[in-house]
């Protein structure tokens, strides 16, 4: 049973285009939805997060957008850069703080960005 | 040094034999992880800890074991190794739920 749904697998964009990856949960008691970024040999780091209260949050390049009625929320890297090839994850956790807060992650997406 | 580190970080072993993999953390973070990445699955949840006296099955528990024994130490045993297990492990840790940081993986060959 996978809890949260991510697409597609892999993604290759030109440089300068716009990357979108998709995710779908169940719970609906998710409420903080973060995206991982991974590079080949190291663990994946925080790349930016949003929680349900808003359906929209951008850092830079990187803009979540997030749809609560349809449990979906995806990811947009604009400009997309070479530097940005990576494998990238959206995950789901319940109440932080509560007895309960554990991250489950999607499938994960490789992204290649064409020079 | 790393926040959260690994040991080993490659390991090749035998059907059957017991393995352990250890997770240390500087952090100070009361909550650890342990995740399997594998191709096409992406990070699946085996155990969590929320501190020492509190351990949790994750999503694919069976044919694994934890131990928290301190609150920077989190270590994940595989009894009987079998080849399906063959993945890139990693620990992980928070502080109360928060931005879960990893450690760089172990890979873990089963042959």
């Known amino acids: 049973q996978q809890q949260v749904k991510q697409s597609p697998q892999s993604l290759i964009v030109q440089k300068g285009g716009i990357s979108i990856i998709n995710c779908a949960y169940e719970n609906t008691a998710f409420d903080y939805f973060p995206w991982y970024q991974q590079f080949p040999g190291k663990g994946p780091a925080l790349l930016i997060a949003?929680?349900?209260?808003?359906s929209e949050k951008k850092e830079g390049r990187f803009t979540i957008s997030f749809n609560k009625s349809a449990k979906q929320f995806s990811l947009h890297i604009m400009d997309s850069q070479p530097g940005d090839s990576a494998t990238y994850f959206c995950a789901a956790s319940t109440p932080l703080g509560g007895n309960t807060g554990k991250l489950i992650f999607g499938q994960g997406t490789t992204l290649q960005v064409k020079p | 040094d790393a926040d959260v580190t690994q040991t080993p970080r490659n390991r090749i072993t035998k059907t059957g034999k017991r393995i352990m993999l250890e997770c240390s953390q500087t952090?100070?973070?009361?909550?650890m992880y342990w995740y399997r990445q594998d191709p096409g699955l992406g990070l699946r949840l085996i155990y969590y800890?929320?501190?020492?006296?509190?351990?949790n099955k994750g999503e694919i528990s069976d044919g694994y074991s934890v131990s928290r024994q301190a609150q920077a130490k989190f270590s994940l045993s595989l009894e009987s190794a079998i080849p399906n297990q063959t993945a890139l492990y990693f620990c992980a840790t928070s502080l109360s739920g928060g931005e879960a940081f990893f450690g760089q993986g172990t890979r873990l060959t089963v042959v």
């Open positions: 800890s929320f501190d020492v006296k509190d351990i």
């Open positions: 949003i929680r349900p209260d808003v």
């Open positions: 952090k100070g973070h009361d909550r």
